[in-house]
C-alpha cells in the first residue's frame, strides 16, 4: 500500500536523442561520468539519493553545530541505541569513512578476511591494509534463476576452508554484508548470522555486519524465516545486528540521508580505538565529518527505516519494477532484492563474450535508448571474477513511482527490439586503481 504523498517535486525531462548520443560519447561510454542533468530516470544507485522525509528536513534546520558534544550527535546515538541495539558510536562521513575507520583498527599485512560478498569499497578498504578479502558466497548465489529465500547468505564451509589453508590466527575479521549489494541485493538469514557468530567464536576473531542495508534485510527475514514471521522490525534488526561485534554503516542507505555513516559497538576498546582513527581520518568523535544538521537527519532516518508502512512500500516498489521489466521480457537476476533489479545482460546478448562486456553494452543501451542510468556490476566492475554479467538498476528510496519504472520498461523493450545489434566495448584508458577502474575507465565500442 503506497505509504507517501509529494511536498516538493523536482522537475524532471529527458533530452533529446542527439542530445543523449552525444552525452554518451562525450563520457567515453562510462554513466558515471555523464552529467545528472542529462539523465532521466536516474537508477545509477540507491545511496544518498532518496527523499528526506518532513521529520528529516525539520531535523536539519534543528542541527546543533558543536564542534563537541552536539545534540544532534546525542540523537544519532541514541537512535543506534534504540533501532540497531548498540552503545558506542563513531559518526563518518559516509559508509567507506566507517570502513576505513574500522578496517584500519582491526587489520594489518598478511590478514584474510572472508566476507559474503566484499562491496567494491570495502574490499579495496581491506586490502588498503594490506589483508586479503575473500568472499564466501552461498551456493547457488551466482546462478541468477534459481529461486531460493537467503542467496546473500555466507558460506560458513567456504570460510572454514580459507581458516584451514591460512590458519586461524591470519584471520582476525570476519564479515557479513547485509543485504548482500554484490549478489543482487540478496537477503541474508538470522540463522546464517548466528552461525558465523558461533564460528568467530571458535577462531577468536571479530564478527562485523555492513549493515548498510539491515532494515531490508529484516523485512525479508521477516517474510522468508519462518521462527521471525511474527516478529516486529526492530527486533529482527536489533537481533540479527545484536550478533555482531561491531558494525559498519552508510547512512546513505538504510539511514535514508544524502550523506553521512557511522562505526557502532559494544566493545569499550575497540570503540576507542576507532575513536582515535576517527580523529585523523573524518573529525573530531562527535561529529566525524558530518554536519549537525546531518546527524540529526539520520537520527530520524534510522528510526523511520524500520517502520513497516515505509518497508512493504519500498519492497514493493522494487518488485513493481521487476515485473514490469519481466513482463516484456527482460531476463532479470531471481528472486529480487531488496535495493535493486539485476538484469541478466549475457542472457540478454548472447552474441556478447565477458570480454566484451555485455552489462556495459547494456548500460549504454537504457541510457541511450530511454535516458536511464543504471550501473554495469560484471566483468567490467569486476575484472578476473567469473560471475554473471549483470546491470544493477538501483532504486533510490521514496523518489520514483510507477511511471517512472514504466518508462524503463517502456526504454528495455526498445533495447530489446534491436538486441542483435548491439555491439561490444573494449577498454580505452588505464586507470590508476584497477579495482576501481568502472567509475573512471574510458570504453569505445568495438
Ligand atoms: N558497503 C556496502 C554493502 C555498500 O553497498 C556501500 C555503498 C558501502 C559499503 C560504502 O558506503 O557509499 O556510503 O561510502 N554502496 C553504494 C552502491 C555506493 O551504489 O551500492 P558509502
Known amino acids: 500500500m503506497v505509504a507517501y504523498k509529494s511536498k516538493m517535486v523536482e522537475r524532471i525531462s529527458l533530452p533529446a536523442r542527439e542530445t543523449r548520443e552525444r552525452a554518451l560519447e562525450a563520457a567515453g561510454y562510462n554513466v558515471f561520468n555523464l552529467d545528472a542533468a542529462d539523465v532521466f530516470i536516474d537508477l545509477l544507485t540507491d545511496s544518498g539519493t532518496g527523499a528526506m522525509s518532513d521529520a528529516q528536513w525539520a531535523a536539519l534546520l534543528r542541527g546543533d553545530e558543536a564542534y563537541a558534544g552536539s545534540e544532534s550527535f546525542a540523537e544519532l546515538e541514541s537512535a543506534v541505541a534504540d533501532v540497531m541495539g548498540f552503545e558506542h558510536v563513531v559518526p563518518t562521513h559516509q559508509g567507506r569513512g566507517a570502513e576505513n575507520v574500522l578496517y584500519g583498527s582491526?587489520?594489518?599485512?598478511?590478514?584474510?578476511?572472508?566476507?559474503?560478498?566484499?562491496?567494491?569499497?570495502?574490499?579495496?578498504?581491506?586490502?588498503?591494509?594490506?589483508?586479503?578479502?575473500?568472499?564466501?558466497?552461498?551456493e547457488g548465489a551466482d546462478d541468477p534463476s534459481l529461486e531460493a529465500p537467503f542467496k546473500g547468505n555466507f558460506s560458513l564451509e567456504r570460510a572454514r576452508a580459507v581458516v584451514d589453508d591460512v590458519g586461524a590466527e591470519r584471520v582476525p575479521v570476519v564479515v557479513q554484508t547485509i543485504t548482500n549489494n554484490s549478489t543482487a541485493g540478496q537477503p541474508v538469514s538470522v540463522e546464517n548470522t548466528r552461525a558465523i557468530r558461533t564460528f568467530a567464536d571458535e577462531i577468536d576473531a571479530?564478527?562485523?555486519?555492513?549493515?548498510?542495508?539491515?532494515?531490508?534485510?529484516?523485512?525479508?527475514?521477516?517474510?522468508?524465516?519462518?521462527?521471525?514471521e511474527d516478529a516486529t522490525i526492530d527486533a529482527i534488526a536489533r537481533e540479527q545486528l545484536g550478533y555482531a561485534d561491531a558494525i559498519v554503516m552508510s547512512g546513505k542507505k538504510d539511514g535514508l540521508v544524502n550523506a553521512g555513516g557511522f562505526v557502532a559497538t559494544d566493545d569499550a576498546d575497540l570503540f576507542e580505538r576507532c575513536k582515535q582513527r576517527a580523529i585523523l581520518f573524518e573529525g573530531f568523535p562527535t561529529y566525524g565529518g558530518m554536519a549537525g544538521r546531518d546527524l540529526g537527519a539520520m537520527a530520524v532516518g534510522l528510526r523511520e527505516a524500520v517502520e513497516p508502512s515505509y518497508l512493504e512500500d519500498r519492497l514493493e516498489s522494487?518488485?513493481?519494477?521487476?515485473?514490469?521489466?519481466?513482463?516484456?521480457?527482460?531476463?532479470?537476476?531471481?528472486?529480487?532484492?531488496?535495493?535493486?533489479?539485476?538484469?541478466?545482460?549475457?542472457?540478454?546478448?548472447?552474441?556478447?563474450?565477458?570480454?566484451?562486456?555485455?552489462?556495459?553494452?547494456?548500460?549504454?543501451?537504457?541510457?541511450?535508448?530511454?535516458?536511464?542510468?543504471?550501473?554495469?556490476?560484471?566483468?567490467?566492475?569486476?575484472?578476473?571474477t567469473d560471475r554473471p554479467e549483470l546491470v544493477r538498476l538501483a532504486v533510490p528510496r521514496r523518489t520514483y513511482h510507477r511511471e517512472h519504472f514504466e518508462h524503463v520498461a517502456e526504454t528495455a523493450t526498445a533495447v530489446l527490439e534491436n538486441r542483435e545489434t548491439v555491439s561490444g566495448y573494449e577498454i580505452a584508458s588505464d586507470p590508476a586503481v584497477p579495482e576501481l577502474r568502472h567509475f573512471s575507465a574510458d570504453l569505445e565500442p568495438l
Open 106 to 138: 582491526l587489520l594489518s599485512e598478511g590478514d584474510v578476511v572472508p566476507n559474503n560478498t566484499h562491496f567494491d569499497t570495502t574490499r579495496a578498504h581491506v586490502a588498503n591494509q594490506g589483508a586479503d578479502p575473500v568472499d564466501c558466497p552461498t
Open 206 to 228: 571479530t564478527f562485523v555486519i555492513d549493515a548498510c542495508r539491515f532494515a531490508e534485510n529484516a523485512a525479508f527475514v521477516r517474510r522468508r524465516e519462518p521462527e521471525f
Open 318 to 384: 522494487i518488485a513493481t519494477l521487476a515485473t514490469l521489466l519481466e513482463d516484456v521480457g527482460v531476463p532479470i537476476y531471481r528472486p529480487v532484492g531488496g535495493h535493486a533489479v539485476y538484469l541478466d545482460a549475457s542472457e540478454l546478448f548472447p552474441h556478447l563474450e565477458a570480454s566484451e562486456f555485455p552489462g556495459q553494452a547494456l548500460v549504454c543501451e537504457l541510457y541511450r535508448e530511454g535516458g536511464v542510468r543504471g550501473v554495469e556490476l560484471g566483468s567490467f566492475a569486476f575484472p578476473n
